[in-house]
């Protein structure tokens, strides 16, 4: 039966092969110089349409641009155009991508970052940036969106289901962004625009609540217009505010005489803090293209990208443990009065005595940069087309965190804390003593330690050359297929972390208080019950009163530092379809794509019994495999311009990077003499699945369309992460031994093989969801009343009976089965517009149902949370003067994002337990563009 369900996808594509044969040589092929005339025609026509597309102008010129390519292309696919790019208050490309159907964003610092595609994580869908697979910043290969600007993008399609051409495709889906080709537009263009924000949170400490954007783009060609070039360049430096109240975790059951006043059964977590997170997000882009032909027969692209951010922001963090008081238990006790519970068992509020709070800074500074370059040569021989691409791609980031603690001094002054997690829409904590006089906080090598700092840094390359071939389909072949497409592909990627880390100590002097000229100024916590407290220089205080030294070489250091190699060698080939079968038009491919593998990863474990300085030893993992991947898709031309799609593929999604180091983490059990550890797997495959699709679209010209799509996908390989029994720990048994033998209990001998924690595959399980699409102008229904308006809806409906394991860093999760981390059930889009004489109003409100999330904890590593849907609705009007105004080519604009002023929640379990409690507050932006 499993040998039976692996072969399905096979079977059907070589059946439907047999039928595309049958029909096709019932039928008058032309001759191949028919084909290549009718393909010119074709070229041409297509290139006339396309350069008329460009110069459309206005919401419903991008939403009829983005409608064509959906129609004309041969996959199931959802695009956005150039004119819809920004018309929103897109700060990065993530935002304009997030409005597509089946497509839920997740957002970072208030902004759209990372994208989920039909209910999956990002780690099933694959970017690309003008057909070439990126780098990342992150410690995974899912792209951070946000560095890309909106503005420096032509548009973007997603592919939903794949062809065997396109390389890099992920398993839920592909998403190409695209910059402009200048040879494309008729005429020199040179456009200009400047944005200005504010964040409704207002300015706090050393940071402005105000911000800036601005681009300049330029698209020019030659006189003979052989030659097309075109630059852009785009600023942002975007305010960081945010308020955010936080519960420690786990959330734990209390046992019975646990602490004064909590009743045994009680779910309790242990701490609360508050904090306001001030600083700033700033972001340099620059993209050109230089265009050559000089001739019908050589087309010759090179692409440039260049992106540099930098993020500076301090936290400003009241806390305090809530049965922890430098005693464990408190002494004297952390006792409970006017204690509430809830029907769920959950702990909702109540007054604890003696506890030790503390005020504590933190600050990011992080630098990321990405480079990309990108060669192409197209070569037109006779009815061959012969394609050359190059590309090469690097991304670093330099993280450094920082964190240092001050307390109530001299004496250790206990205090009361009133807490109600409940409250709206923050939870509340109220302390009986004052913390804004920053004269009576000291420094100091407190019970919670003085501070700790971490230095991540990530490097990334990708190199890729591809050479592709198009050609007529050959002798007999002719009268069954177009045209072929057969090609090679070959990556070569590089990605390594590393972490040094270390304590961050008060120095000589001794308990200090932080002098005036460090210190920034109060912050209002006032939203979660505390009041005022200080905020200062943190990198400041570290440097004059603290010392700090980050190393990476200690025991628990080491396994944090890894690098993964990966070369992946792809061959494909295509056939094209562009026939008839009975008086109903079918269109396009069938094919398959054969990826061979190489990856491994280079890491280091603990060896004590090496001399000093050479404990580090490493480790080289690996594997090789080989996938096959056929695909089929056709799109059925029906009368009254209907389309139905229907697509067979087997897809793949490699292994997330950070899950493929070969970092080991080793301990022993005293108790029981069993050795355990942890850490990634080399030898990792991808996620496979059998996928199928089917779309029906009913178009009214380029004006509008309604859709429905299905999807089915039977993973039948899965990643996930389980402890296995029997592994091997010879060596690191060895190493422990010598250094901790003798301390061993009396009768306790230690094994060889243990546990081992780690990803593995194993078997997956289906998924599958429906997406309900309608883009239309309301004149089309309601008459010419209602000339101008117009909608774009969507709606997805999600399900999948996939359980993996939580990870066991992800103490918030729990120890059950989870679902697919990304997955809402239900993700809703409106967009609601109206464009006339100028005057354009649109209003966007996307929705999206709970999920669990991937977030990045203090410690630097992947977590999970629980996170509660989100409602968030933007909105812009804007102006442009027309020809007849002396002011023509000038737009004057008005945005707001986030209206709703959503907050970002995550809970532990059920939603009465809460974790973060998030709000980056209303932006409004106020712009001008002017276009010549």
Known sequence: MVQLKRNLLSVALASATMMLTAQAHAQTAPSTGQAGEEAAAKKKADD??????????????GIERAIDIKKDATSIVEAVSAEDIGKLPDVSIAESIARLPGVAAQRVAGRAQVISVRGLSPDFATTLLNGRELVSTGDNRSVEFDQYPSELMAGVTLYKTPDAALVGQGLSGTIDMRTVRPLDYDHRVIALSGRWQRNSLGSAANADADGNRFNASYIGQSADRKIGFSIGYSHSDTPIQEN?????????????????????????????????????SKRDGVMGTLEFRPSDAWISTLDVFHSQATQEDTANQF???LYYNGDYPCSPACSWTNVGVNGNGTLTGGT????????????????????????????????VKLTADFSWSKAKRNEINLENNTQLVPSKQLDTLTVNYAGSPFPQLKPGRDYSDPTKLYLRNTIYGSGYGKMPKVEDELKSFRFDAEFPAPGAMENVFSGINAGVNYSDRHKQKWQPEGGINVGAQGDTTIASDLQYGLVDLGFAGVGLIPSWNVPGAVSRYMTFNPVDNLDYLIPKAWAVDEKIGTGYVKANIDTTWGSVPVRGNIGVQIQHTDQSSDSRYWDATQPAGRQALPIHKGAKYTDVLPSMNLAFSLENDQTLRVGLARQVARARVDQMRASLDFGVNTATGVPGGGGGNPELRPWRANAFDISYEKYFGSKAYVAAAYFYKDLVNYIYTATRDGYDFTDQVASWMAVNGASL???????NTGNYTAQFNGKGGKMQGLELTASMPLDLVFGKAFTG????????????NITIAAPENTSSIGSDPIALPGLSRRVYNLTAYYERNGFEFRVNNRRRSDFIGEIGNFDGQRTLRYVVGENITDAQVSYAFGENSSLEGLSLLLQASNLGDESYRTYAGSKDRPLETVKWGRTLLFGVNYKF
């Open 319 to 321: 806390e305090s443990h």
């Open 745 to 751: 209990p009396p009768g306790v001998t230690v094994k």
């Open 352 to 383: 604890v005595a003696n506890v030790y709070p503390l005020v504590r800074g933190m600050y990011n500074k992080r630098k990321d940069k990405i480079d990309a370059f990108g060669w192409r040569n197209e070569f037109f021989l006779d009815q």
């Open 48 to 61: 006339a349409k396309t350069l008329d597309k460009v110069t459309v102008t206005g919401i419903r010129g």
């Open 789 to 800: 308006f117009g909608v774009v809806a969507s709606a997805t409906f999600n399900d999948s």
């Open 244 to 280: 955010q109240v936080g519960l420690y975790e786990p959330w734990f059951e209390a046992g019975a005489g646990w602490r004064p006043g909590i009743a045994a059964g009680t779910w309790f977590s242990d701490g609360i803090k508050a904090l306001r997170r001030t600083g700033y």
